[in-house]
């Protein structure tokens, strides 16, 4: 049985928290006694998200927001200050995922737009507006959700793949920075995880897990693990770092 409390006393702001691995951290991460400001655009399926947590004994803070929006991130940090008493964690979980397969030079330049504006922009608007939180608590930590096609890239989404990899880099960037204040920053990065968003990119075809020392694709659940320790103290001096979670396919 998970330790109820093993996050007791943590505040977190956890972004793409509608559906799909957003909603499983923001219930796990609940679970364990975290504060939970749970945020996404889509109002009806982070009400969802906020019901199920009420259906297993969980509340939920959640906030619509659109985190490529400068004036919705910074009013975000507010209601962490306001609601949460300040912040100890963010998590930057929101992307878009569910992205059709085409060559590199067959993407729309406005689906590639909106894909790094996300996917990147997102990521460091909410770090930009929630960091002087967590350096007022004293220092926290910063996951930002990568993937392992960073590093092995992945035929027909060269717009995601871009975005992941930039992940990475600003979470290096980030840990150098951010360091002297006690804020580490680490990326989270699955391999193929089911959910509704990722079988979109797969299309019609199946994953073959024949490369994969495991045998298997990963749950969301397979993640819980890995995000609890990165947001906990137990990785204290661990920063700057991009954790792989693929079942061995990509070793690093």
């Given at each position: 049985?998970?330790?109820?409390?093993?996050?007791?006393?943590?505040?977190?702001?956890?972004?793409?928290?509608?559906?799909?691995?957003?909603?499983?951290?923001?219930l796990?991460?609940?679970?364990?006694?975290?504060?939970?400001?749970?945020?996404?655009?889509?109002?009806?399926?982070?009400?969802?998200?906020?019901?199920?947590?009420?259906?297993?004994?969980?509340?939920?803070?959640?906030?619509?927001?659109?985190?490529?929006?400068?004036?919705?991130?910074?009013?975000?940090?507010?209601?962490?200050?306001?609601?949460?008493?300040g912040?100890?964690?963010?998590?930057?979980?929101?992307?878009?995922?569910?992205?059709?397969?085409?060559?590199?030079?067959?993407?729309?330049?406005?689906?590639?737009?909106?894909?790094?504006?996300v996917?990147?922009?997102?990521?460091w608007?909410?770090?930009?507006?929630?960091?002087?939180?967590?350096?007022?608590?004293?220092?926290?930590?910063?996951?930002?959700?990568?993937?392992?096609?960073?590093?092995?890239?992945?035929?027909?989404?060269?717009?995601?793949?871009?975005?992941?990899?930039?992940?990475?880099?600003?979470?290096?960037?980030?840990a150098?920075?951010?360091?002297?204040?006690?804020?580490?920053?680490?990326?989270l990065?699955p391999?193929?995880?089911?959910?509704?968003a990722?079988?979109?990119?797969?299309?019609?075809?199946?994953?073959?897990?024949?490369?994969?020392?495991?045998?298997?694709?990963?749950?969301?659940?397979?993640?819980?693990?890995?995000?609890?320790?990165?947001?906990?103290?137990?990785?204290?001096?661990?920063?700057?770092?991009?954790?792989?979670?693929?079942?061995?396919?990509?070793?690093?």
């Amino acid at each position: 049985m998970a330790n109820e409390s093993r996050l007791a006393g943590k505040r977190v702001l956890l972004t793409g928290a509608a559906r799909g691995l957003g909603r499983e951290f923001a219930l796990h991460l609940a679970g364990l006694g975290a504060r939970v400001l749970a945020v996404d655009v889509l109002g009806d399926e982070l009400e969802r998200t906020r019901a199920v947590g009420r259906e297993r004994g969980i509340e939920l803070i959640t906030a619509v927001a659109d985190v490529t929006s400068s004036e919705q991130t910074r009013a975000l940090a507010e209601q962490a200050a306001d609601q949460l008493g300040g912040l100890d964690t963010l998590i930057n979980n929101a992307a878009i995922v569910d992205v059709a397969r085409l060559p590199f030079d067959q993407i729309a330049e406005d689906d590639w737009d909106r894909v790094l504006t996300v996917n990147v922009k997102g990521a460091w608007l909410c770090a930009k507006f929630t960091v002087p939180l967590i350096r007022q608590a004293g220092g926290g930590s910063i996951v930002n959700l990568a993937s392992e096609v960073a590093f092995s890239g992945s035929p027909g989404v060269a717009h995601y793949v871009a975005s992941k990899a930039a992940i990475i880099g600003i979470t290096r960037t980030l840990a150098r920075e951010l360091g002297p204040d006690r804020i580490r920053v680490n990326a989270l990065a699955p391999g193929f995880v089911t959910t509704e968003a990722s079988k979109v990119m797969l299309g019609a075809g199946e994953y073959d897990t024949a490369a994969t020392p495991l045998g298997r694709t990963a749950q969301p659940t397979d993640l819980h693990g890995a995000l609890t320790f990165l947001v906990s103290d137990e990785s204290a001096f661990i920063t700057g770092q991009t954790l792989l979670v693929n079942g061995g396919r990509l070793l690093h």
